[in-house]
């Protein structure tokens, strides 16, 4: 766990790097790349996008409690760069990889800001299991030739995807086995890649990929057989600094609510003084508080030493079901106490609805982690037993 001094230094450096300026995130709204390549760089210099990489690989060898400390500024900020998926999944599960040139060359390119990575491994359903991916490989004389479909790519303008592919069923003796997948590094400038960007709630995109005959060289292998579990992992993880993201977007969504009805007057007075008001602001409050020590309790659940796998997910599927539900209805109760104000886009108000809106499916939203925690807990109950 990150003492305590160390926290409290990465959450005041951060809100100094990256404090909220609503003339810049408007700015990047329907643009590509969606984000600031300039602040992407000043974060790399921060050692953000390497805070749990292990320091023998160049990272600052933080743990979970760190990252999400950094994307919880970031959400009270509503800064519209992919930390989440570039920052913390990306990192995580390129030091997770096996060592070797790529994965090193790989590793300290993203790490340093030089190269915008993140995962791609939907299919055009979204289903949120992992062995769902849509896209096939088949092996060549120099490397792979890939063909099929990612969508919900959290970062459309990276340029470079990490992919999970799964041999053709010619390879494997006509029997699909997803235990034999390959995870490469896919440079986005390949020819073949085609990336629709499908817009989001608050100006930015998820892109929708797909690959034709798309010839990838067999250095780009990454990690091959049984990939999924630190593919898992780097999600849990992600999944965890997107319920912390969210967080500080509750954070911040609610202390405008608290000032408009403190400076709000109607029928003479400050609306803040009706009762019926004081109670839902306490009740917004209180939900924010109980998703708070949510993220607690999962982060210090993953963060324990020789957690299992089942655990971990479990603990991450409890606080996103929890987390995921909660910012989306604290910004609609939100919108309802502020008014007609609340619905104006030129209102601050706006911009965090919106981010929650968009960044609270990522990793799957909270129904499909209430399902995947009730799954879970099931399971371990029977082990058991």
Known sequence: M???????MLTEAAAAAAPFDAKRVRGWRDKAPGFDRAQWTVMAEQGWLSILVPEDLGGLGLELDAATAIAQVLGYAAAPEPFVAAGIVAPQLLASCPAGETRDTVLADVISG????????????GELAFGSTAVRARKTASGYSLNGEYRFVPVPDADAFIAP???DRAEQGGKPDLCQAELLWIDA????IEVERETTADGSAHGWIRLTNVEVPAAAQLAAGDIWPIFDAASD?????NCAELLGNMERCLELTLEFLKTRSQ????????QVLQHRAVDLWMNKEVARHALTASVATVMAPDVPAAARAQATSSAKARIGQTALHLGNDAIQLHGAIGFTDEYDLALYVNRAIAIAPYLGNAAE????YGELKQRRMEVST
């Open 369 to 372: 982690h209430l399902k995947r």
């Open 237 to 241: 993880y992600g999944t965890i600094g």
């Open 2 to 8: 990150t003492d305590a001094d160390t926290l409290r």
């Open 114 to 125: 030089t190269k915008v990575a993140c995962i791609a491994h939907l299919n055009p359903s």
């Open 189 to 192: 400038g390949l020819n073949g």
């Open 267 to 274: 029928f003479g007075q400050q609306i803040g003084k009706f």
């Open 165 to 167: 592919v799964v041999l």
